[in-house]
């Protein structure tokens, strides 16, 4: 980096300070004397002529034209014979000048292009951003200054800054294709699909045999979920270079999106037979085979993007996926344990991955482990502790269950499931009959919708015989779950407690029509209804 930076700096002292060797001859008078302050070095003798490189307000530095000799010093401008030459040599030295200038100029905005897409260190960056300014100074018309400098504010996350630099670009050079292309790329990042696609349209008019101008349009059209422009574009990017597998990739990609899945995997064959190598591209087809039903085939290109990269981890998280679609849980585990092994530095998301997957196959040792693994490098993940928590209670393992929920309603106050568990806990297996109560309301102040709290909260005030909060709470149910016959039930039940029988058996009625097969139902109307039927 340091070379580039000097020679970053050393273009800059080019561009500022260019100064080209020119030579004039100049003829002096005889006896004119040069002088190097006030002894005199040479004195002209007839016809003496020098081919000067330098000759400003008298001061000449050449070669005599006949004996060679090198002079320097200043002359009285009236000992020069040829004055018009001073005059042509004047005209001579602005002109290259400004050539020498704007020819260092372009070679600074190349070398900063290179540098703004090659470069991340911001010092760097930066520098080079303060040398292209004091460039364009001395340069303010040329366009390829303003791009680069555009690029660089663009990598520097500056990107109105690149915007602007962009814009001045194109007003100066309104057929400067890769600038249009650049403001486009900055457009398609602020999501300004038309903008986009305005510019993109501009570089194609400009370069209408590049394949890839259309493929960033095409881009653009994708983005903008217009497919049919998108697979336009690619296609006409294909009849242009059509051993490139990447534009068949986006073609499969628009097609796809699009709903067009043969066609997609008909470009993806297509890629694959350039690039049969290619481990990408078999897994972007097994992916496409999977949502489409035809999973045989997806495995065989998983398995091929395996063999070809067996060190990759990624195919093995994508297979865990489709094996967890077709409901092979220990398949899926398999896959997930592997893709940890090979690929570490992606353990806290596969280590999720895979305790979802081991809690799905009931396999709780394994689910615990891997949640206590994501806990480690996300110590504040709620959702891990109430997982673990989960399985822990599965095992038996409650007392330690307890203590997950209770970490993870401290990391989120508001988790009303956290609380639901641990006072079920509470009250069934501690007979703490007073903290469950206080977690189910807090459930509830957390989450004015979550049925469960509500119905764990009205059984439990009827066993506590607090029958009018049991009654409210089993209402707030059934306003919940209109269609939960449970619900009915229970408050047949809380409204028998309290001696309403009508009610009660007008809740167990409701009970029966939702579920007409349920025996303990019909049981218990039976025995309402003669209970009714002696205290008349």
Known sequence: MKVKLGLLASCLAVTLLARPVLAVVVTLREGAQIYQGKRVVYTAAKGDSFDADSFRAGWVYGAHRRTGQIVRGWVRKKDILDSESLKDLKAAYQKEVRVARLKSARWLAAQSVALARSQTDKSALSAALGQLTRAIEFNPGLAELHYARGLLNVSLNKHQLGFRDFAVAIKKDPRYAEAYEARADLYLKARQYSLAERD???????RPNDA???LRRGQAHLEAENYAGAISDFTKSIQLEPQKAELYVARAEASSRGGAHPQALDDYGRAISLQPDSSELYLARAELLGRTGRTDEALKDFSRAMDLNPKE?????RRALLHQQLGKTKE??????KAIELEPARARELHRSRAELAEAAEDLPTAIASYSKVIESVPDDFQAYYRRALCLEKLGQRREAVKDYTSAIQLDPNFALAYVRRGALEEVE???PEQALADYTAAIRADQTLAEAFRRRAVLCLRLARHRDALADVSRVIELEPKSAQAYSLRSTILRAVGDYSKAIDDLNAALRLDPNNAAYSATLKEIQDELSRRR
């Open 332 to 337: 899926a585990l398999a896959d997930v344990s």
């Open 200 to 206: 993109y349209t501009s570089a194609v008019g400009l």
């Open 313 to 317: 981890a990624e195919p093995y998280r």
């Open 430 to 432: 501690f007979n703490n």
């Open 212 to 214: 890839i101008a259309y």
